[in-house]
């Protein structure tokens, strides 16, 4: 059974929708694992502070069944499908990994290259899959994330309320 990776972050109502598809993506795709949560400074334009963190999980559906699955997700967290990439956001899912999957089908991209480029998914991730290796790059996230330029991440790792009622 494949372990996947999700990326998940909101700054809009994060305190509600966070938690919200914390539970939602538990009820789909069963017991999940979560990194600490970081709040992140807006990358791109002038907005409120984002909520990052990466959650696991296994399952037997398909890569696109799960990428369906979280536009779902976000589509009931208020998320519309004509928001420009660097914007304000409900709630933002985004299947990072799926097995040893490697897809570029269009709007499914797995590996994620957000991996590679963005702190606040990266230290998420190294942070619960340390020894895993990048599909392509053939590195574990573990070192990726010990050679990553940090110099401009604006992000503190935070302990939500919420988080400890999951």
Known sequence: MPTGYISIG????RDHNVPSSLAALAEKLGSITCSNVYETAAIGFDGDAFYNLVV?????LTAKEVAK???EIELDHGRTRD???FSARTLDLDLLL???LI???GRLQIPRKEIEHYAFVLEPLAEIAPNLMH???KIDYATLWKQFDKTNAQ???INPTWLSTK
């Open 10 to 13: 909101s700054n809009i109502e």
């Open 56 to 60: 696991s999980f296994n399952s037997e």
């Open 69 to 71: 699955i979280l536009r």
């Open 83 to 85: 928001s420009q990439k």
């Open 98 to 100: 799926y097995g040893d």
């Open 103 to 105: 897809i570029n089908d």
């Open 135 to 137: 599909p392509t790059l």
């Open 155 to 157: 992000q503190v790792r």
